[in-house]
């Protein structure tokens, strides 16, 4: 049994964690009731980046537009859901630490180690559960990072789609080009 198409992405492995530990993450540290508004923005934008991949990439055999459009909606969730983390330690005196400190380091070590494929089951699910952090300072610096690495990766996909529809054309241009040699072999 292959496991469906989108499970494979690193960007998917990673929203999904983002999705999980931002889910914990609300629970957790925006659990008051004056932070509702701001709870549902964050979950539903952690939702909605790990989901429009999943979209995206079902569209990808037949409209790369679809694809890159939806990939580009995954993306900007992802960026809000970064803003909404720096909010968060800007708004209680916590620092965001900069990625060019050991702990970002090792932030980006354990994200590589959880994402990897070979974590991954049989049936797609990740066999090491992502675990949030009990300190908020360190929670929200591992969902910065983790916001920083799959916009990153979203960038590279987008390009890369981009790219290949430069080189191989669309959905309709196959089609069409099909189409002219049935006609030139009848």
Same mark, same amino acid.
């Given at each position: 049994m292959s496991l469906?198409?989108?499970?494979?992405?690193?960007?998917?492995?990673?929203?999904?964690?983002?999705?999980?530990?931002?889910?914990?993450?609300?629970?957790?540290?925006?659990?008051?009731?004056?932070?509702?508004?701001t709870r549902e923005q964050m979950e539903q934008a952690a939702r909605s980046g790990k989901q429009n991949i999943i979209e995206g990439i079902g569209q990808s055999a037949t409209s790369k537009r679809g694809e890159m459009k939806l990939l580009g909606v995954a993306k900007a969730s992802q960026e809000?859901?970064?803003?909404?983390?720096?909010?968060?330690?800007?708004?209680?005196?916590?620092?965001?630490? @900069?990625?060019?400190?050991g702990k970002v380091s090792k932030l980006r070590h354990y994200a590589f180690r959880i994402s990897a494929l070979s974590n991954v089951s049989d049936?797609?699910?990740?066999?090491?559960?992502?675990?949030? @952090?009990?300190?908020?300072?360190?929670?929200?610096?591992?969902?910065?990072?983790?916001?920083?690495?799959?916009t990153y990766l979203l960038s590279k996909q987008i390009q890369k789609a981009e790219d290949d529809f430069v080189k191989n054309g669309g959905f309709t241009e196959k089609l069409f080009q099909k189409r002219l040699q049935s006609k030139m072999h009848s």
């Amino acid at each position: 049994m292959s496991l469906p198409k989108h499970k494979y992405l690193l960007t998917y492995r990673y929203s999904e964690i983002i999705f999980d530990l931002t889910m914990d993450f609300c629970k957790s540290f925006v659990a008051g009731y004056g932070q509702k508004r701001t709870r549902e923005q964050m979950e539903q934008a952690a939702r909605s980046g790990k989901q429009n991949i999943i979209e995206g990439i079902g569209q990808s055999a037949t409209s790369k537009r679809g694809e890159m459009k939806l990939l580009g909606v995954a993306k900007a969730s992802q960026e809000e859901l970064l803003a909404d983390y720096e909010d968060f330690l800007r708004n209680r005196n916590l620092p965001i630490w @900069p990625k060019t400190d050991g702990k970002v380091s090792k932030l980006r070590h354990y994200a590589f180690r959880i994402s990897a494929l070979s974590n991954v089951s049989d049936l797609g699910y990740l066999k090491e559960k992502p675990k949030l @952090p009990e300190n908020p300072e360190i929670a929200a610096n591992l969902l910065l990072t983790l916001c920083h690495q799959v916009t990153y990766l979203l960038s590279k996909q987008i390009q890369k789609a981009e790219d290949d529809f430069v080189k191989n054309g669309g959905f309709t241009e196959k089609l069409f080009q099909k189409r002219l040699q049935s006609k030139m072999h009848s």
